[in-house]
């Protein structure tokens, strides 16, 4: 019910220790009608013996038939109300590169992109050049750019992507995005969505143009184009909300950087499966709440390649025993949301999810794959009910009137 | 969902009665991993029937993990949004013991303590003296308080319990409470936590210096703690809302009253559950609704009493018949919340309920127990959903839009 003030209100401390581990893109869908999901194929002993002692069922990320991006599905699984606390992808972005946004900044996701004479665009990724030209390249804009009244940060992603950060008083995020997103246009100039977006706007258009100039001769990285324009989420902390110090695992900088956002720490997480759990093995004397993220579900999902979705199931499920022997007294596995990989994609499918806990009432799920979840006591149910679940099952909420 | 412009709309009356039995705390958990909750343990050949015929569920009172008090639970039951209309402790109080408070009075829950020549706290409950003493006590604090512009009354519960009656204009409840918790400690004086009670504060600090001068020679009740300070809530009626005329049979005053706060007429129920089948027996002709409340349920619950638990419950089943034998037109049978035996207290989880009419579906739960409940056709829902789902099934709710 995603309800802060009454979670808040009721939220108690003790020494009890959750762990919500996150399969990126999970849900699945069988390659044959009546057939298996990616999960329901995977050989998963371990969590199959937590779904048969624990509750299980099916949650939604944002609502009946929503595909979820990866930010929202990540706020609904921390307990937030996803289309309240709507995140803008130049934020994602910049935090997840570990650059230091403060709440008086614009971030846009840039890319470098090659335009011709006339200037079209001709490449929309300027042939995916190198991230250590994006690098020299972002240096120079950085060095370069002067906008009256605005700081201006340019610091690259990887390959042809960077970030653009406007720091200043009075940004306004409401701004068209300039990539034309089919080559043979121009770039597009910003417009502003609503009057007070204008001046933002104008500062953006005098960006855009210093970077025409600044990299005319950097073919094939000749332009720019600029989308996902957002304004710092000044987001309630977890701490502060749920009562509990929080610690995030994951390789991937963005869900690092989501988070980051939500007031968790981020630990050095490694590169690898196994990083991860030791990184949750090192940080376990020092936090309550863990968050562990697996991308390579959601990858393989995207690429179709549904028998490696199965074997990053499985290779979680082997790490499954050293969470276990940490001897957590809460334990969430599930997803984001699903990616099927016959969808090659995000979907709407609801993503099925295990809570262990000494306190679990037995329900009918016996192993976990999504036709076991629809027989568990959770059923069908919005993700932002998944954290107040897990604090119950931790004793950490207090009794709600007398 | 709580929507009463809308159901008030669509009420219509006719003449079926509905009846809901709450075995308070019936919600449980087993003793051993996967073994059997108190209901599920207890023979109840004559719910398992209605189960059967019904349809079944799990509903939660307040929300996904959260731990319900009696009094917001109750509301839920009867079909009031329990974080909209929240009803503080000396309310309760006050109508349980059948005060007739009026929109002018503000309530609280006294204790008499024990304090030493310090002035500290020694006993919080004055060694529970005897319910005659504290009659005495009271009625001496009734004759002798005199608190100018407004009038006062003090009325004996139990024991060491009693309730604080201020009735006058503007009185405001956002007051701290005085017990310190403690012994050792001297009680603590009223505080105003919002500036418009600051003159509350200071009528209710009279009351306790001229409390504190009048049972100076009354040891071991030589000093009042107060509690639970709440204004009378004009809650919308039962009546009014769902068009039933309500009867509430229980034999605890707190379920009483707060039956009353909601419109119900609350009938005489004896003190054993034959009793209280007994009092529904006699007021069936005079009344749409009945409210029959099982307290014992919860206390063995929170006296961690499984076997005494399942007992109850059992009594419970063997009076149906005598339900049944009315003809109701719908019968509900839940719990106002969980209070497994091995938590010794209310808990978060769903709440096991049974829905009877001759218009239900047929659905796949064919027994009343947890598991069998997660079975059927209501799954987990909102307890607040409860009220017009019985409507409905009486043919109370005429169609909506046309």
């Given at each position: 019910?995603?309800?802060?003030?009454?979670?808040?209100?009721?939220?108690?401390?003790?020494?009890?220790?959750?762990?919500?581990?996150?399969?990126?893109?999970?849900?699945?869908?069988?390659?044959?009608?009546?057939?298996?999901?990616?999960?329901?194929?995977?050989?998963?002993?371990?969590?199959?013996?937590?779904?048969?002692?624990?509750?299980?069922?099916?949650?939604?990320?944002?609502?009946?038939?929503?595909?979820?991006?990866?930010?929202?599905?990540?706020?609904?699984?921390?307990?937030?109300?996803?289309?309240?606390?709507?995140?803008?992808?130049?934020?994602?972005?910049?935090?997840?590169?570990?650059?230091?946004?403060?709440?008086?900044?614009?971030?846009?996701?840039?890319n470098f992109c090659t335009i011709d004479a006339a200037g079209n665009v001709v490449d929309r990724r300027a042939g995916?050049?190198?991230?250590?030209?994006?690098?020299?390249?972002?240096?120079?804009?950085?060095?370069?750019?002067?906008?009256?009244?605005?700081?201006?940060?340019?610091?690259?992603?990887?390959?042809?992507?960077?970030?653009?950060?406007?720091?200043?008083?009075?940004?306004?995020?409401?701004?068209?995005?300039?990539?034309?997103?089919?080559?043979?246009?121009?770039?597009?100039?910003?417009?502003?969505?609503?009057?007070?977006?204008?001046?933002?706007?104008?500062?953006?258009?005098?960006?855009?143009?210093?970077?025409?100039?600044?990299?005319?001769?950097?073919?094939?990285?000749?332009?720019?184009?600029?989308?996902?324009?957002?304004?710092?989420?000044?987001?309630?902390?977890?701490?502060?909300?749920?009562?509990?110090?929080?610690?995030?695992?994951?390789?991937?900088?963005?869900?690092?950087?989501?988070?980051?956002?939500?007031?968790?720490?981020?630990?050095?997480?490694?590169?690898?499966?196994?990083?991860?759990?030791?990184?949750?093995?090192?940080?376990?004397?020092?936090?309550?709440?863990?968050?562990?993220?697996?991308?390579?579900?959601?990858?393989?999902?995207?690429?179709?390649?549904?028998?490696?979705?199965?074997?990053?199931?499985?290779?979680?499920?082997?790490?499954?025993?050293?969470?276990?022997?940490?001897?957590?007294?809460?334990?969430?596995?599930?997803?984001?949301?699903?990616?099927?990989?016959?969808?090659?994609?995000?979907?709407?499918?609801?993503?099925?999810?295990?809570?262990?806990?000494?306190?679990?009432?037995?329900?009918?799920?016996?192993?976990?794959?999504?036709?076991?979840?629809?027989?568990?006591?959770?059923?069908?149910?919005?993700?932002?009910?998944?954290?107040p679940l897990a604090l119950a099952h931790a004793l950490r909420l207090a009794k709600f009137g007398a």
């Open positions: 019910m995603a309800d802060f003030a009454l979670i808040k209100d009721l939220v108690e401390k003790n020494t009890t220790k959750i762990v919500l581990v996150v399969m990126d893109g999970l849900g699945g869908l069988p390659r044959q009608p009546g057939g298996r999901t990616e999960l329901e194929e995977a050989y998963t002993p371990n969590m199959d013996r937590l779904a048969a002692e624990g509750i299980c069922g099916l949650h939604e990320p944002i609502g009946p038939g929503i595909t979820p991006g990866s930010g929202p599905s990540h706020l609904a699984l921390f307990g937030y109300d996803p289309i309240r606390y709507e995140i803008g992808r130049g934020v994602l972005e910049a935090v997840g590169i570990d650059f230091p946004l403060t709440p008086q900044d614009l971030a846009a996701r840039g995916r050049i190198p991230t250590e030209v994006n690098e020299k390249l972002s240096a120079r804009l950085q060095a370069e750019v002067r906008i009256p009244g605005v700081e201006v940060f340019v610091r690259p992603v990887r390959e042809h992507r960077f970030v653009l950060v406007l720091r200043g008083e009075g940004l306004d995020p409401a701004l068209s995005e300039t990539d034309p997103q089919v080559v043979g246009k121009p770039p597009l100039p910003v417009r502003p969505l609503r009057p007070e977006a204008a001046r933002t706007a104008d500062l953006v258009n005098q960006f855009i143009e210093q970077a025409r100039r600044i990299l005319a001769d950097s073919h094939p990285a000749n332009m720019v184009l600029l989308r996902g324009f957002a304004k710092y989420p000044n987001l309630p902390q977890m701490g502060d909300v749920f009562g509990v110090r929080a610690a995030a695992i994951a390789a991937y900088p963005m869900y690092r950087g989501l988070a980051k956002l939500v007031g968790m720490t981020a630990l050095p997480a490694g590169s690898t499966l196994e990083d991860e759990f030791a990184a949750l093995e090192r940080g376990w004397p020092d936090y309550d709440f863990f968050y562990l993220h697996v991308k390579k579900t959601d990858s393989s999902g995207e690429d179709g390649n549904f028998e490696q979705k199965v074997h990053i199931i499985e290779e979680v499920d082997r790490l499954i025993p050293r969470l276990v022997a940490l001897k957590p007294d809460v334990v969430v596995i599930t997803g984001d949301h699903s990616t099927p990989a016959v969808l090659k994609g995000h979907s709407w499918h609801p993503v099925p999810i295990l809570l262990w806990a000494r306190t679990c009432r037995p329900d009918l799920a016996d192993s976990f794959g999504e036709r076991a979840c629809m027989k568990g006591s959770l059923g069908r149910f919005p993700a932002v009910d998944i954290m």
